[in-house]
């Protein structure tokens, strides 16, 4: 069983920054793609951004590229999500999750939740305007 918990949320100020931190239980992170979604009240859960389980390619919506980073950590189990210059309709629960097969390397299927098979609780974030 694997456990995802995050961390890093909060209230902040439009045009501010926030580091999400996704933290891993287990001993086979590093062959997963990550990925982080949000959901907003009313609305349907949607992509924000994927990283390979290497790293070294990342995959962001158009909402959040540009300002959005992902990263990971192999050797600490965990994946950040660095944020700048929110806006209030980044104001949603962000979740972190793991993509459902290992070593995946292809990247059409990465924003489909339903391709994620571990999920964590989320962390609030709210952006005031």
């Known amino acids: 069983q694997v456990q995802l918990v995050e961390s890093g949320g909060g209230l902040v100020q439009g045009g501010g920054s926030l580091r999400l931190s996704c933290a891993a239980s287990g001993r086979t992170f590093s062959r997963y793609v990550m990925g982080w979604f949000r959901q907003a009240p009313g609305k349907e859960r949607e992509f924000v951004a994927a990283?390979?389980?290497?790293?070294?390619?990342?995959y962001y919506a158009d909402s959040v590229k540009g300002r959005f980073t992902i990263s990971r950590d192999n050797a600490e189990n965990t994946v950040y999500l660095q944020m700048n210059s929110l806006k209030p309709e980044d104001t949603a629960v962000y979740s972190c999750?793991?993509?459902?097969?290992?070593?995946?390397?292809?990247?059409?299927?990465?924003?489909?939740?339903?391709?994620?098979?571990?999920w964590g609780q989320g962390t609030q974030v709210t952006v005031s305007a």
């Open positions: 990283i390979s389980w290497t790293g070294g390619s990342t």
């Open positions: 999750a793991r993509f459902r097969r290992e070593y995946y390397s292809d990247s059409y299927q990465l924003p489909i939740s339903g391709s994620y098979d571990y």
